[in-house]
């Protein structure tokens, strides 16, 4: 596609609720990011993928998160058993071997 | 800890001024500093600096960076409301993926 796109643009659960968000990168990007956003803040580094390959998962917050990409294109954060303090945006980016990371428009989670 | 620092927090001129936005870091095994814009949406790239002292512009926005002082600036001249948007920068690392992002500075451009 022309852009990073993520799904759904809102989720709204409730506390103790399974969540999966959904990244598409721009096709042929081989490196994956995820990251956490809280309001006023800049983006906090969860995971990286290079194609299929969890290269890097030190900033995910706890064993409640997960995140795969099986054939090394779309993306999946899923976080278990949800908590108020997940609530915040998510945002998904790829990038090319040494070219900046492009940013979809990320998925703002609430957690009731 | 490896951090980045930006500054001010907030800003708030009127159209037609010029600004300069502040980013510091102290980061180990540093490669490039990215600039980025976020309006409502997704950050998007504004600029990568790898060498100090080489300005990069692009329209009404310039950038530059000082690898001895370890801090960069970004300038906007003219300012038009629609410059209005929070400004990251993020220090990239040597392992070429990592960044470590600055809170941002938001921008508020008045008519």
């Known amino acids: 596609g022309a852009g990073v796109s993520q799904s ?7 506390r103790g609720q399974d969540v999966a968000l959904r990244c598409d990168p721009i096709s042929g990007h081989v490196s994956l990011f995820w990251y956490q956003q ?5 983006p906090e580094f969860l995971t990286y993928f290079q194609n299929e390959a969890q290269l890097d998962k030190s900033g995910l917050p706890s064993d409640r998160f997960f995140a795969e990409r099986p054939e090394g294109s779309v993306s999946t954060l899923k976080i278990q058993r949800t908590q108020q ?7 998904c980016a790829s990038s090319l071997g040494n070219q900046p990371q492009h940013f979809g428009d990320g998925t703002r989670l609430s957690i009731l | 800890e490896d951090k980045v ?16 936005l502040n980013c510091s870091y102290e980061v180990t095994n ?14 998007t790239f504004l600029f990568m600096l790898t060498s100090s002292g080489i300005e990069k512009k692009s329209g009404r ?8 002082e370890l801090f960069s600036i970004l300038n ?3 300012t038009q409301t629609g410059d209005s948007a929070i ?25």
């Open chain 1, 8 to 14: 759904p643009r809102y989720k709204v659960a409730k």
């Open chain 1, 38 to 42: 809280a309001l006023g803040q800049g």
């Open chain 1, 85 to 91: 303090e997940d609530s915040a945006v998510y945002l």
């Open chain 2, 5 to 20: 620092v930006q500054s001010p927090l907030s800003l708030v001129v009127h159209e037609g001024d010029t600004v300069t």
């Open chain 2, 30 to 43: 540093f490669r490039s500093l990215l600039w980025y814009k976020q309006e409502k949406k997704a950050p």
């Open chain 2, 61 to 68: 926005l310039s950038s530059i960076l000082d690898k001895k």
């Open chain 2, 76 to 78: 906007i001249t003219a």
């Open chain 2, 87 to 111: 400004y990251l920068c993020a220090g990239l690392l040597d392992s070429n993926y990592q960044l470590i992002w600055g809170a941002g500075t938001k921008l508020i451009i008045k008519p």
